[in-house]
Every structure is written in structure tokens, then in C-alpha cells.
């Protein structure tokens, strides 16, 4: 398995070691809800250097990611980042990822740890056959990743850098720590406001010591703890964030995922138009009037748990299937995500997760099920 630079940190911090996607990664530390409350109330630090971190350049680097990229690429400025689908032909999803626009001719985009090599293969083979001039770089090994997640977190970095805490949400800034240059985006996967910060691989152990400095993580009622992968889950389940293999996926139409705001079937248009691979399929998809089944929030009754793959039912007959669910340590309920039939999914309405033993009653909830008070 690979190791991420920040290993020893885990392993200081009784960090409890998983195989996650071929990284040695911390599943939790002091205990998933723990960490999860922490997050919720004060500050948690993630490491996420598994993400695959692939940097384009090269005067076609442009043209290259809005053929790319279900998002509209070229009106970026630079500083800013997006959120973006990455689809295949048949508008199914290849993956989720931010793109970061550092320069005219200059990007980087994050992606998953699962998907790296074969986005890697796909990013070439779309160079190759469109003959564009770009130099694709897989700066994975080469550099860290650390997401500082939670309502106390902005107040935090404001000690090292007072342009941080003017950041827009999904811009970013490049600062200088001493003698470390830091990528620092106001972004995140928890629903919280927070930060992720891309450094180099060789600086992991000066930074962590500049970044926590007089923070002390096994201190009662510290602001900042390390968090693991599995409150990483939960706190995104939350905030209905969609997750590649469960909400994502090369056979799920990307129509279907929730994240609309991403997908823009209009690049053809305008000045500067483009198309994305997959459009097409997508395109055909809108026109026939949408996908047949949506992806759709539930709030179950009791403390059974939906698990990906049950069956959702309306009155005996299949009308789903359930992608994530988890206890809500935030909400004291257990809650799930699901693809399900467009005409059984209004709101406050009721279904029944199948779990094979037996039925669970569930009422069709908003999403995102937790949504984090505005920054003052």
C-alpha cells in the first residue's frame, strides 16, 4: 500500500489504519462520532493526500478540460476553482472532481484516489486524438494534501495569512509559509466552511508545525483534532454530498446525481463554444425529459440503517435503490441517499428500504439533510 506524507502524524495520533483505495489511510482516531462533533462544532484536520492531484498546462490546456469537463471552463478566472463531472460517451461518470485554474495556460485538477489511473489513460487518449498541445503531470506522489474542516477552522488560518479568511467560497490563494508554497482553497467535503491545502510532499513535517502551531490536538476541548476517513463519510452523507461508487458511477447518467449545477448543456453556445465528451448522451436525456429516477433524500424511522444496494419499495413494488445511509450523529436520526423513481420521490413522502430481513419505514427528506449556519 502506498503511505501518504503525513503517516507518522497518523501514527502519533493512534490513528487506526485502513486500506483505502491502495493508501494507508486513518479510518478514525479517538472514534468516528467523536470526530464527527468535533468537526460539527470546532475544527477537524483530514488528511487527503490519497486524492489524485494532476496538473495541465500548455497553450491547448483550456480547450483540453472543457472537452473534458461537464462544467464551463474558459469564463474561469484565475484563483478560482469548480466543482466538475468527468463523463464518459454514454453520459455515465468517469468521475468528480475540483478544477483549480493557477494561469491562462496553467490548471490542476483534484481528483479520486480510485480514479487516478484511469484518468490518467483517458486524459491521454483525449489529448492524443484531438491533437492538442498540453502536458498532463500526475503530481500525486510529489505533493500533500490537508483539509481543515469545521466553523472555528477560518479563525485559525487567519493567524498565519489575514487573505484567507476573504476568500470566497471555491476560490483560492497561493501563499508563501516561510519558505513552503501553499496551494489554500476554500473548500471541503463535510458541509462545513473550512480550507484544503495542497504543499509539497517534502515540507509536510515544517507546515504541519507552522499550521498547528500553540494547537494542541490531545488537549480537552481543543479547537483543531485529526479526523478520519470514516467521520469524512458521514459528515458528507450529511451534507448529501455525492460519493464516486455510490452516488457516482461510469453506469449512472449524470443527470441523475443531484448535481445539475455542474453539468453545463449549453458550452455549445456563445462565444467560445465547446463540447463535452458525453453531451450528447445527456443532451438526448433532457430532451426525452430527464432521467428516470432521481437521486433522492430519506430520513428512516428507528435505528436500523439503510446500506447501499437494498431495494426501496411504495406499496410492495420497487421504485429504488439506496446508495448511502448512516446514523446522523448531527441529527440523531439515521438518514440515506437513494436513486428512486421520479414519480414516488416527493417530499414527505414514504417509502420502505428492503433490507432483505424485513421493511424499514422512510419519509422523502430535502437534501442536503444538514446544512451549516453562514460565516458572520
Not at 480550507?195 to 513535517?205: D, F, H, K
Not at 440503517?305 to 446514523?327: D, F, L, W
Amino acid at each position: 500500500m502506498l503511505r501518504t506524507p503525513l503517516y507518522q502524524f497518523h501514527l502519533d495520533n493512534a490513528g487506526h489504519m485502513v486500506d483505502f483505495a491502495g493508501w494507508e489511510m486513518p479510518l478514525y482516531y479517538a472514534g468516528l462520532t467523536q470526530e464527527h462533533h468535533q468537526v460539527r462544532t470546532s475544527g477537524g484536520i483530514f488528511d487527503v493526500s490519497h486524492m489524485g492531484r494532476v496538473e495541465v498546462t500548455g497553450r491547448h490546456a483550456r480547450r483540453f478540460l472543457e472537452r473534458l469537463c461537464t462544467r464551463r471552463i474558459s469564463d474561469m478566472q484565475a484563483g478560482q476553482c469548480r466543482y466538475s463531472l468527468v463523463c464518459n460517451e454514454q453520459g455515465g461518470v468517469r468521475d468528480d472532481v475540483i478544477v483549480y485554474r493557477m494561469d491562462d495556460d496553467q490548471f490542476t485538477l483534484v481528483v479520486n484516489a480510485s480514479n487516478r489511473e484511469k484518468l490518467l489513460t483517458h486524459f491521454e487518449a483525449v489529448r492524443a486524438a484531438a491533437d492538442l498541445t498540453v502536458k498532463i503531470e500526475d503530481k500525486t506522489l510529489a505533493t500533500a494534501m490537508v483539509a481543515l474542516q469545521g466553523p472555528k477552522v477560518i479563525d485559525l488560518v487567519g493567524r498565519f495569512s489575514s487573505e484567507i479568511p476573504t476568500l470566497k467560497k471555491y476560490r483560492f490563494a497561493v501563499k508563501n509559509l516561510m519558505i513552503v508554497k501553499l496551494v489554500v482553497s476554500r473548500t471541503g467535503y463535510t458541509g462545513e466552511d473550512g480550507v484544503e491545502v495542497i504543499l509539497p510532499a517534502g515540507a509536510v513535517g515544517l507546515a504541519m508545525k507552522l499550521l498547528l502551531n500553540g494547537v494542541d490536538l490531545k488537549a480537552e476541548g481543543a479547537a483543531l483534532r485529526p479526523a478520519g476517513l470514516g467521520c469524512r463519510d458521514t459528515l458528507r452523507t450529511e451534507a448529501a454530498m455525492p460519493l464516486y461508487g455510490h452516488e457516482l458511477g461510469e453506469e449512472i447518467n449524470a443527470l441523475s446525481c443531484g448535481v445539475d449545477f455542474a453539468i453545463s448543456l449549453d458550452k455549445d453556445q456563445g462565444d467560445r463554444p465547446e463540447r463535452f465528451i458525453g453531451m450528447d448522451a445527456l443532451q438526448k436525456t433532457q430532451a426525452e425529459g430527464g432521467p428516470s429516477r432521481k437521486l433522492t433524500g430519506l430520513i428512516l424511522e428507528g435505528k436500523r440503517s439503510a446500506r447501499p444496494g437494498m431495494t426501496i419499495r411504495a406499496g410492495g413494488r420497487e421504485v429504488g435503490v439506496v446508495t448511502s445511509g448512516c446514523p446522523s450523529p448531527t441529527l440523531g436520526k439515521c438518514i440515506a441517499m437513494a436513486f428512486v423513481d421520479r414519480d414516488s420521490a416527493a417530499i414527505g413522502g414514504t417509502l420502505e428500504v428492503d433490507t432483505g430481513k424485513g421493511v424499514i419505514p422512510a419519509t422523502v427528506s430535502q437534501m442536503p439533510f444538514y446544512k451549516a449556519a453562514k460565516p458572520s
